[in-house]
């Protein structure tokens, strides 16, 4: 059945965010995009209205076509180029935030996400690009960043640009039914979202903890760039600020929103405040000696640790990590900061 402007129109409008415009016309991949990113912030949403009668024609076209291999490559796109970046980082941040605490995190875990993220972007309309390639180059590339969250900027940029190399048409084959897409599709958005989710109801400080530093060592690299980094930080907080100036003060003291305002803060001077709960962490003032570090690092790792806490095996771990964690931001060097305004 021919697929109608007018219909789709209707779907971009009443559904645009979540991609039932692109569900009804069989672009599938495009669909799960929106469905991760809420339409590309809104952006590529909007940005999308004048191209919806090409993607009705493109869709009908196929629809006349016989199932047949991919001939061809197609033109480069600088739009598609920087899509697969911003969306590898993103879905590198939300498995940083998600699923950091995983066994090689560094090595499995990010250049996977990474990848997908860019394979994604790579199979949006009628091209798609090699996998193999693209995970390939996301696991080579993950070492040589170990252990460090800008480790997503490369791993994205690598895998982009391999995606590029290979990208072709797409082979034509015979449509699916729409309840075996929608299985696949929702598949997908919950192997997405279940870690996320889950992570932000059962473990809420440690979510937004994530959260905060996350944000934060984003907004690091562009420390060089303050405007830019202003910016950023404005995007970020939205939610916080729309929320404050639709609930104020008025009585509102729920654990959640106390949680959001402690993330407010942290992010806004996110430096000083990741040594601040460090020092509290260890049980220090602030300004102590490296020698009072090491002590107190020693001892409340031989305190917490989980094999001298059966009785309590996961608020051992839990304070453990935190120790590793408080332990590792204060033997970092301090990054200066500029001036308040």
Do not use: C
């Amino acid at each position: 059945m021919a697929k109608g402007l007018l219909m789709t129109y209707v779907l971009w409008a009443l559904g645009g965010p979540a991609g039932l415009h692109h569900l009804y016309l069989g672009r599938d991949s495009h669909a799960l995009l929106w469905m991760l990113t809420l339409g590309g912030g809104g952006l590529g949403w909007l940005w999308e209205f004048w191209k919806l009668p090409s993607f009705v024609a493109q869709a009908n076209q196929l629809q006349k076509q016989k199932p047949s291999p991919g001939k061809g490559t197609p033109a480069p796109s600088l739009i598609r180029f920087i899509a697969q970046i911003i969306v590898g980082i993103y879905f590198g941040l939300v498995a940083l935030i998600s699923l950091s605490s995983m066994a090689n995190f560094y090595i499995v875990g990010l250049p996977l996400a990474i990848g997908l993220g860019v394979l994604l972007v790579s199979a949006v309309g009628n091209q798609t690009s090699d996998f193999k390639n693209i995970l390939g180059v996301s696991f080579l590339t993950s070492p040589i960043f170990y252990g460090r969250p800008i480790a997503i900027l490369p791993i994205s940029v690598a895998a982009s640009i391999t995606a590029q190399k290979h990208r072709r048409y797409k082979a034509s084959v015979a449509s699916e039914m729409l309840s075996v897409r929608l299985y696949r599709l929702g598949l997908a958005y919950l192997a997405f979202t279940g870690p996320l989710a889950y992570n932000t109801l059962y473990n809420t400080a440690a979510t937004l903890s994530y959260v905060a530093e996350t944000i934060g060592t984003f907004l690091s690299w562009f420390s060089l760039f303050p405007l830019l980094g202003r910016l950023l930080e404005i995007v970020f907080l939205l939610p916080y600020r729309i929320w404050w100036l639709l609930i104020g003060d008025l009585g509102f003291n729920s654990s959640s929103f106390q949680e959001w305002e402690r993330l407010y803060e942290f992010v806004h001077s996110f430096q000083d405040e990741k040594r601040q709960l460090a020092y509290q962490v260890l049980g220090l003032s602030e300004g102590a000696t490296n020698e009072e570090i090491h002590r107190s690092y020693r001892e409340l790792v031989k305190i917490w640790h989980p094999d001298n806490n059966q009785h309590q095996a996961d608020e051992a771990q839990k304070r453990f990590l935190e120790i590793q964690a408080a332990y590792k931001i204060l033997n970092q060097p301090r990054k200066p900061r500029g001036p308040r305004k």
